[in-house]
Nanobody
């Protein structure tokens, strides 16, 4: 069974940076596409960034392009989300998600496995 454990969330001022990490276990990591999905109060869950098995293909939602970077280290079974120039609108619970597929999924329903989430709060 796939298990995902996120870390790295916290409170940061607008303009600051955070790096989220997600440790994957239970299956062969490089057979899974990965994503970061966020859920802000009163809003629907939204895929922030996603990557294929190899990180050859990546996806970013428009609001984070140029500010967030998804990456993965297949040797460490870990996926990262580097977030820079953070804005109050980035405040949300951030979930790591995985699915047994080659390319990145573009819908939250594409991902079968989810972590518990980590809170990111950006103050103005």
């Amino acid at each position: 069974q796939v298990q995902l454990v996120e870390s790295g969330g916290g409170l940061v001022q607008a303009g600051g940076s955070l790096r989220l990490s997600c440790e994957f276990s239970g299956r062969t990591f490089n057979m899974y596409a990965m994503a970061w999905i966020r859920h802000a109060p009163g809003k629907e869950r939204d895929i922030v960034a996603a990557t294929s098995r190899s990180c050859f293909n990546t996806y970013y939602t428009d609001s984070v392009k140029g500010r967030f970077t998804i990456s993965r280290d297949n040797a460490k079974n870990t996926v990262y989300l580097q977030m820079t120039n953070l804005k109050p609108d980035d405040t949300a619970v951030y979930y790591c998600a995985a699915d047994y597929r080659v390319g990145p999924g573009y819908r939250t329903s594409d991902y079968a496995y989810w972590g518990q989430g980590t809170q990111v709060t950006v103050s103005s």
